[in-house]
């Protein structure tokens, strides 16, 4: 849809996921990190970069699934439906608690108002 919103966001983040700082830059082959709307565009028609994060694909998954937000204080949370002790959840629950990898320059933090949105619709 936007190339001009995906193209700022993953810059803003230096091609690196928000949550697991997956990052890889080769010559001639797509960046496996996805520009991923807080508040999905559908519900906002926003694509301002502060709408948006840089997260790898199984992240970008998470978050749109509402199994993973961030909060206020740049912290990942993680639903409690997923449950650690299976290989298969930790992958997603280790996350919980941990920073999010923000951006280099402020002007493309996540808005409160967007991290607000989709903590709240954050699955329990």
């Known amino acids: 849809r936007n190339a001009a919103f995906r193209r700022v966001v993953l810059r803003g983040y230096d ?6 700082g997956l990052r890889i830059v080769l010559p001639d082959i797509p960046s496996p990190i996805d520009a991923a709307h807080l508040v999905p565009w ?3 028609r926003d694509d301002s970069p502060n709408n948006g994060m840089a997260l790898c ?5 998470a978050l749109d699934a509402n199994l993973i937000s ?3 204080d740049l912290r990942w949370r993680v639903s409690r439906l997923l449950d650690a002790r299976r290989n298969s959840e930790r992958e997603l629950a280790r996350f919980d ?3 999010v990898l923000l951006p280099m ?3 493309f933090y996540p808005r409160p108002d967007a991290i607000k949105w989709r903590l ?3 699955a329990c």
Do not use: F, I, M, N
Request: hydrophobic share 25%.
């Open 97 to 99: 608690g941990l920073p």
């Open 105 to 107: 320059e402020e002007r």
């Open 120 to 122: 709240d619709g954050l």
């Open 15 to 20: 091609y690196q996921c928000a949550v697991c």
């Open 42 to 44: 559908s519900e906002s």
């Open 57 to 61: 694909k199984l992240h970008h998954w």
């Open 70 to 72: 961030p909060t206020p």
